[in-house]
């Protein structure tokens, strides 16, 4: 893809986001967070090259070193984006294993798939401090990540009150061959009820290439966008 077909892909979500939330009678505006999983690091320069402040990756060994060869490449001088590199935000939006998140640290400023309580204690001690939210399942699929309301509440109780700051809210994955209004209108319904315990957890990550104009219209304030603007991956990686 050139330079110009990404730059053009990229305009054209950002004009369905504000089109989306403007007949979804909405005045603020939602995070787009470009999903740049099996794609190059490459890709991610080019992408901050355009203004892009948010890229997400799913798998913590693939991340960890496109953040280390963009960084690289930074401090080489091999590319000339310093400032829009410095002011990226890396998320973490894949399925979260436990024994990895003390790494996922190291790279991420924010974890969307938290659902455990040992992911969520080795995020709360980590000295990077990420943002974070918890993911909740609609269908409590076992085959997918997530938890309940009643499990997602409880574990909520866990976070000191010294670190609610960094919690945003609530992360979901839409179901398969279920009704997407249904289920994103269930999570809203999960993150109305959360604010009234913790007001600053009032963001919704929710929203992919296929139905993020959907999630819009329910709330969703951080989208997770990756072919609709990359373009369709490479099966390796």
Known sequence: MTSLELFERY?????QISDALDRAGRNDSAELIVVTKNHPASLITDLASLGVQNVGENR???ASQKHNEVLRNVSDGAIDT?????????????????NKAKAICEWANVIHSIDSQKALNH???HPNKPKFFLQYSADRDQKRSGLGKEDLFALTELIPETEVKRFLGVMMVAPLNVNPEATFEQLKNVSDELQER??????ISAGMSEDFEIALQYGAT???IGTAITGKRSSSG
């Open 11 to 15: 305009e054209a979500i950002n004009k």
């Open 60 to 62: 913590h060994q693939e």
């Open 82 to 98: 310093e400032s829009q590199i410095s002011n990226l935000n890396w998320h973490f939006i894949g399925q979260l294993q436990s």
């Open 123 to 125: 995020i709360l001690l």
């Open 198 to 203: 913790y007001p600053e957890a009032k963001y």
């Open 222 to 224: 951080h989208l997770r």
